[in-house]
């Protein structure tokens, strides 16, 4: 299995733009997790999906952030309109409902506003 | 709320040594514990996950205990190298009636091994 993708790696953009950042989670896993990255705030779980359905939306900050999972093997974390407040790593991961419920990260999508 | 606290919050420590690694939580109820390698730029790559009825997990080098009651878990690493210099994540999944999914992060210790 290729783990989780994450598409872009990286992403510069101008304040007022729409970002959108891609994820395929592992094949079965029935879960999927966006969480964000700070220095200043570590790592915050933003939204959670399970089978397809949004959970747990509460840590996402604002209404400029939506969050989707069409299929079982893609989601998109949008952000519309940018800040520079926005910038931060982004990181998708998912987990099996079975077994030992172990969670798996991609590498992340750097996002920066200038 | 259940809070992770990581400490050291920063190691450097010579090529050999044995290192111990702490995290505390202040709430026993939870679901499992998993540690975390950060590299500088990079994802999380999961290296021990410890369920709530288990004590210890080992892989390699690298031993994760837990001990629910006192709200702590260790992760001790043997015979410390240059390439384990990275930042150490411990999370827990507390063990709520609203849910058991979210993983809550520590701060982390970030660990450099010098040769």
């Known amino acids: 299995d290729a783990g989780v993708i994450q598409s872009p790696r990286h992403e510069v953009t101008e304040m007022g733009q729409e970002v959108t950042l891609r994820c395929k989670p592992i094949?079965?896993?029935?879960?999927l997790f966006w969480y964000r990255q700070t220095m200043m705030r570590g790592l915050e779980l933003l939204i959670y999906f399970n089978n397809n359905v949004p959970i747990d939306d509460s840590g996402m900050p604002e209404d400029r952030f939506s969050a989707k999972m069409p299929n079982a093997s893609f989601s998109t974390l949008k952000i519309q309109p940018s800040e520079p407040r926005d910038s931060a790593v982004y990181f998708c991961?998912?987990?099996?409902?079975?077994?030992?419920?172990?969670?798996?990260f991609g590498s992340g999508t750097r996002l920066t506003v200038v | 709320k259940q809070e992770v606290t990581q400490i050291p919050a920063a190691l450097s420590v010579p090529e050999g040594e044995n290192l111990v690694l702490n995290c505390s939580f202040t709430?026993?109820?939870?679901?499992?514990l998993q540690w975390f390698r950060q590299d500088p730029g990079k994802g999380l790559t999961s290296l021990l996950l410890i369920q709530s009825s288990q004590r210890e997990q080992t892989s390699g080098r690298l031993n994760a205990s837990l001990d629910k009651s006192s709200g702590r878990s260790t992760l001790y690493i043997a015979a410390s190298q240059p390439g384990d210099s990275a930042t150490y994540l411990c999370a827990v999944i507390p063990l709520s009636i609203y849910n058991t999914d979210k993983l809550i992060f520590g701060t982390g210790t970030r660990l450099q091994v010098f040769p």
């Open positions: 094949s079965g896993h029935d879960y």
């Open positions: 991961a998912s987990r099996g409902a079975q077994g030992n419920y172990g969670y798996t």
């Open positions: 709430d026993s109820a939870i679901y499992n």
